[in-house]
């Protein structure tokens, strides 16, 4: 493998010729048409903010009460002037489940690197929002094995279902024949919390407060809502 691609490299110099090195010089950073450029960047931070989603087969991402809250909050927020009072406190709630989500698939990727699988560990934790659970190929196995880490580690939040994205996810582990040993390392690196350790983490979410402050907002209409709550009633209680 290594010698092939050393002789592909080899001959795509040896073709390019001394004409070509002094064009290749003058090849400009960006492409010839930088739209194309960003448009690919937005593309790939809507890819990155798509595959947060719990619900990966919910197109209007509110099956579930933090993927409406989510997405409720994404939709105030571009309706609502950048830099207001407003603005800010949407920012924190939207920040502080993007974490939480975070935190949770920064868990799995361990546990995924520590069992050998540090290069696969991004391709085999990314879900879309168009996958389909018609296409998994262990299904039942699948939601067994989710429910028990759900009860037996603190993969995820004892107090809220676990995501069902990570249904794709154990289907993908059970085919390649690693699901219990991941679970077992799971076990050993992220034994279950009590209530009040959770509490500790500061990445606990009030989902009701947030709809409704959601609610509340879309319902006035006006983007420098009163500040009278103050700094204590924020989107992002975190009691």
Same mark, same amino acid.
């Given at each position: 493998?290594?010698s092939?691609?050393?002789?592909?490299c080899?001959?795509c110099?040896y073709?390019?010729?001394?004409?070509?090195?002094?064009?290749e010089?003058?090849q $400009?950073?960006? +492409?010839?048409? !930088?739209?194309e450029?960003f448009?690919?960047?937005v593309q790939?931070?809507?890819? @990155?903010?798509t595959?947060?989603?719990? @619900?990966?087969?919910d197109? /209007?991402?509110?099956?579930?009460?933090?993927?409406?809250v989510?997405y409720?909050?994404?939709? &105030?927020?571009n309706?609502?002037?950048?830099?207001?009072?407003?603005?800010?406190?949407?920012?924190i709630?939207i920040d502080a489940m993007?974490?939480?989500?975070? @935190?949770v698939?920064d868990k799995?990727k361990?546990?995924?690197?520590?069992l050998?699988f540090t290069?696969?560990?991004?391709?085999?934790? *990314?879900?879309?929002a168009? &996958?389909?659970?018609?296409?998994?190929?262990n299904a039942?196995?699948?939601?067994?094995?989710?429910n *028990?880490l759900? /009860?037996? *580690?603190?993969?995820?939040?004892?107090?809220e !279902?676990? $995501?069902e994205?990570? %249904?794709?996810?154990?289907d993908?582990?059970?085919y390649? #024949?690693i699901? @219990?040993?991941?679970?077992?390392?799971a076990?050993?690196?992220? +034994? $279950?919390?009590?209530?009040?350790?959770e509490?500790e983490?500061?990445?606990?979410?009030? %989902? !009701?407060l947030?709809?409704?402050?959601?609610?509340?907002?879309?319902g006035?209409?006006?983007e #420098?809502?009163d500040?009278?709550?103050? #700094?204590?009633?924020? %989107?992002?209680?975190?009691?």
């Amino acid at each position: 493998m290594g010698s092939a691609f050393m002789k592909l490299c080899c001959c795509c110099c040896y073709d390019s010729g001394d004409d070509d090195d002094e064009d290749e010089e003058k090849q $400009p950073l960006l +492409p010839q048409d !930088p739209l194309e450029y960003f448009n690919r960047e937005v593309q790939k931070r809507r890819d @990155e903010e798509t595959n947060l989603w719990s @619900e990966p087969g919910d197109p /209007s991402h509110s099956e579930r009460d933090d993927d409406r809250v989510l997405y409720g909050l994404l939709q &105030a927020r571009n309706k609502t002037r950048m830099g207001s009072t407003g603005y800010r406190r949407l920012s924190i709630g939207i920040d502080a489940m993007r974490d939480t989500r975070r @935190e949770v698939r920064d868990k799995w990727k361990t546990v995924m690197e520590h069992l050998g699988f540090t290069a696969e560990a991004d391709s085999l934790l *990314t879900v879309s929002a168009g &996958a389909s659970y018609d296409r998994m190929r262990n299904a039942p196995a699948a939601r067994a094995m989710l429910n *028990t880490l759900h /009860s037996e *580690t603190s993969l995820f939040s004892s107090r809220e !279902p676990p $995501p069902e994205r990570y %249904l794709l996810i154990l289907d993908r582990l059970l085919y390649l #024949d690693i699901a @219990e040993d991941f679970l077992e390392k799971a076990r050993s690196f992220y +034994p $279950p919390k009590d209530d009040s350790d959770e509490e500790e983490s500061g990445l606990a979410i009030n %989902l !009701p407060l947030l709809l409704a402050r959601v609610e509340a907002m879309n319902g006035k209409g006006n983007e #420098d809502e009163d500040e009278s709550g103050g #700094d204590d009633e924020n %989107l992002s209680d975190r009691s």
